[in-house]
C-alpha cells in the first residue's frame, strides 16, 4: 500500500491521523463517515415519505416467531397502504400471515422489524399502556368467535356501553349513542336482549356496534361471517357496509367467503407472508346502459422490487428458480429460462429480437409468463 502525505506531510499512520484532526482537517475516515450519514438520512427520509398521505402504512414488515429452536417466519418484509374510509378485504390461504397481520394492526402483537403506522401511531415504539390506549380509542376489532365479541351477562346496549364507560363517557352520552348505533346497524330491536337471546348474525352486528362505541379510526374484522350461513353473512356484511358509509370508519376484513370479497372494491391478497396481489373494482355500464361491476387484477411491486407471480401462470410454463427479463419501452418480458425458442415457421428460425412476437398465435412454451407496465 502506498503511503499517503499526512497534514504535515509525514507518512499517515496513527500519528498522521490525529496530526490532520489537531491541523482542523477531516481525517481519511471522514468521507467514508458523510457518506453513512448521507444515506442514513436518506433511508430515513424515505420511511418517513413511504404512505405520508395513508391511514395504514406497513413499510417491510416482518414477523418472526420461535419455539423450540424453530423459527417461523409469519411476515416477511410486508407492504401496505390503505386510505382513510377504504372498505378493504384481505384474503389469503391459512398460514399466510393475515391473521398475524391483524393482530399487529390491533395492537395485539409487535412486529419483528419494520415499521408499521395507523392513524399516526407507530406501532413498534408503543408502550403497554400505549396500546391499551390505542385499542381504546383508535381501533375497534370483530373476532370471528362471537363468544369472545360480547359479554353474555348484558344486552346489547349495556354490551356497546362498557367500552364507553372505560374511556369516560357521561352515562347518558352513552345510552344515546349505543341506540344509535344499534339503529344504523339495524338491530335497534335487540338493544335489550342479552347474546343468547340473539341469532349469529344479530350478536356479530352487536359486537360491530360493540367495536364502534368509542368512533375508532378503523374497525378490523377477522373473518366475521365465518360462522354464519350465506344469509346472514350478507347481513353481517351489510353492516360493515353501513359501518364504512354512514359512521366513516374504515374498515379492513379478513375474510374466506368470495361472496364478501367479490363486494368490496379493493381486495389485497397475501402470500407467504407477503402482499402479492390486488383485485380493483369499479362499476360500469355495458351497451345498453346497464350497471355491471369491472374487476382488474394486478400483482404488487413492494418496494424491494419483489413481485410474485401467480402459480397458475408460471407452473404451465414451468417456470421455476429464476426466469429471463426483457425490457420494452412500455412493459417488461418475462421469460422461462430455456434455450432461444423457434418460430413456428421454421425449425431453428430464432424467436424475434427484444422478445416481440410475430403475428398469429404461438406455442404455448413460447408466449410471456406475465408481462406488465413498466
Given at each position: 500500500m502506498n503511503a499517503m502525505p499526512g497534514a504535515a506531510g509525514s507518512p499517515t499512520g496513527s500519528n498522521g491521523a490525529a496530526g490532520a484532526s489537531a491541523a482542523g482537517g477531516p481525517g481519511p475516515s471522514a468521507p467514508a463517515a458523510d457518506g453513512i450519514a448521507e444515506l442514513g438520512a436518506e433511508f430515513e427520509r424515505s420511511r418517513s415519505s413511504y404512505g405520508a398521505d395513508a391511514l395504514i402504512a406497513c413499510d417491510r414488515l416482518v414477523r418472526i416467531y420461535a419455539a423450540d429452536g424453530i423459527e417461523v417466519q409469519a411476515l416477511q418484509g410486508l407492504d401496505?397502504?390503505?386510505?382513510?374510509?377504504?372498505?378493504?378485504?384481505?384474503?389469503?390461504?391459512s398460514g399466510s400471515g393475515k391473521s398475524t397481520l391483524m393482530n399487529i394492526l390491533a395492537g395485539l402483537d409487535a412486529p419483528t422489524a419494520g415499521s408499521v403506522r395507523v392513524?399516526?401511531?407507530?406501532?413498534?415504539?408503543?408502550?403497554?399502556?400505549?396500546?391499551?390506549?390505542?385499542?381504546?380509542?383508535?381501533?375497534?376489532?370483530?373476532?370471528?368467535?362471537?363468544?369472545?365479541?360480547?359479554?353474555?351477562?348484558?344486552?346489547?346496549?349495556?354490551n356497546v356501553m362498557m367500552p364507553m364507560r372505560f374511556s369516560g363517557t357521561p352515562r347518558r352520552q352513552r345510552g344515546r349513542r349505543a341506540r344509535e348505533l344499534l339503529d344504523v346497524l339495524g338491530i335497534g330491536y335487540c338493544a335489550d336482549r342479552r347474546p343468547e337471546q340473539l341469532s349469529g348474525g344479530e350478536q356479530q352486528r352487536a359486537a360491530i356496534a360493540t367495536a364502534l362505541a368509542n368512533g375508532p379510526r378503523v374497525l378490523l374484522a377477522d373473518e366475521p361471517t365465518g360462522e354464519l350461513d350465506s344469509?346472514?353473512?350478507?347481513?353481517?356484511f351489510g353492516a360493515l357496509q353501513a359501518a364504512n358509509a354512514s359512521v366513516g370508519v374504515t374498515v379492513l376484513v379478513v375474510t374466506h367467503d368470495p361472496a364478501v370479497s367479490g363486494q368490496v372494491r379493493r381486495t389485497i391478497a397475501i402470500r407467504d407472508g407477503r402482499t402479492a396481489m390486488e383485485t380493483l373494482r369499479h362499476e360500469a355500464a355495458d351497451e345498453e346502459g346497464n350497471a355491471t361491476q369491472h374487476a382488474v387484477e394486478y400483482a404488487v411491486l413492494d418496494r424491494a422490487g419483489r413481485l410474485q407471480l401467480p402459480r397458475e401462470m408460471v407452473e404451465p410454463l414451468g417456470m421455476r428458480d429464476r426466469v429471463r427479463l426483457e425490457a420494452e419501452p412500455d412493459h417488461i418480458g418475462v421469460w422461462p429460462d430455456d434455450p432461444p425458442l423457434t418460430r413456428p415457421g421454421g425449425p431453428g428460425e430464432p424467436r424475434p429480437p427484444g422478445g416481440s412476437q410475430p403475428d398469429g398465435p404461438q406455442p404455448h412454451a413460447g408466449r410471456p409468463a406475465a408481462e406488465g407496465a413498466a
Open positions: 401496505l397502504l390503505i386510505a382513510e374510509g377504504e372498505l378493504t378485504a384481505v384474503v389469503g390461504a392513524a399516526g401511531h407507530d406501532l413498534a415504539a408503543m408502550t403497554t399502556a400505549d396500546r391499551v390506549a390505542y385499542r381504546r380509542s383508535t381501533v375497534g376489532f370483530v373476532w370471528q368467535q362471537t363468544a369472545r365479541n360480547l359479554l353474555p351477562y348484558l344486552t346489547a346496549q349495556q344469509a346472514t353473512a350478507r347481513d353481517v
